[in-house]
């Protein structure tokens, strides 16, 4: 069973542009994750996508955004790209909506750089 | 808020010795705990979880108890080996799951022949 992929692996942007993530989940999984992960400030949660609906949304400015497609395959934007943006994003899925005893499975991540 | 606070490393051992990486949490409820485990240039993977007190989660060798009244679920390795090297986040999620995992700052394990 294909694991979860994520692209593109690598990205280079500059500051101010937009930027589209892509994430598809282990066949058969409905809930995708988003995460951020920097030097800095560690990993913290973005949103999780169930059903094609954002069930919860960590604390992060409106400009990151995202949705689910009927595929369950998600896709991550960051408008108006800032230095900070700089970092790993991490997507997770697991079967169902997220709960204390749901595994999530992470994908290898892309790794986003804004100069 | 919930946080989980971790040592942060790196440590480093030499290969068969006895692993410790100490982990503790405040949370508003009564969370899963999770260790996950991040080699170079992949994502992260679950290596044990634990879903209430007293529970002590193992896989490939590491174990780690759910410590309710300490807070704590340490992560622990009898003797490790040099593909043991890694970053290691301990993890919690609150049973109301509004906030995603929480994670520790990871631990950067160095194992040494």
């Known amino acids: 069973k294909a694991g979860v992929t994520q692209t593109p692996r690598y990205l280079i942007k500059t500051r101010g542009q937009q930027v589209t993530l892509s994430c598809s989940p282990i066949s058969g999984h409905r809930s995708v994750s988003w995460y951020q992960q920097t030097p800095g400030q560690g990993l913290q949660f973005l949103f999780e996508y169930f059903s094609e609906t954002q069930r919860n949304k960590g604390n992060f400015p409106g400009r990151f955004s995202g949705r689910q497609f009927s595929n369950s395959r998600s896709e991550m934007n960051v408008s108006t790209l800032e230095l900070g943006d700089s970092a790993l994003y991490l997507c997770a899925s697991s079967l169902v909506e997220q709960g204390p005893y749901n595994e999530q499975f992470f994908g290898p991540g892309t790794r986003l750089t804004v100069l | 808020g919930d946080s989980v606070t971790q040592m942060e490393g790196p440590v480093t051992l030499s290969e068969e010795a006895f692993l410790t990486i100490n982990c503790t949490y405040t949370?508003?409820?009564?969370?899963?705990l999770f260790w996950y485990v991040q080699y170079p240039g992949e994502g992260l993977q679950l290596l044990l979880k634990a879903t209430k007190a007293d529970d002590k989660g193992s896989n490939k060798g590491f174990e780690a108890t759910y410590r309710k009244e300490t807070t704590s679920f340490h992560l622990e390795k009898g003797s490790v080996q040099v593909s043991d090297s890694a970053v290691y986040f301990c993890a919690l999620r609150d049973r109301g799951g509004a906030d995603g995992l929480t994670f520790g700052k990871g631990t950067h394990l160095i194992i040494q022949p």
């Open positions: 949370a508003t409820g009564y969370p899963s």
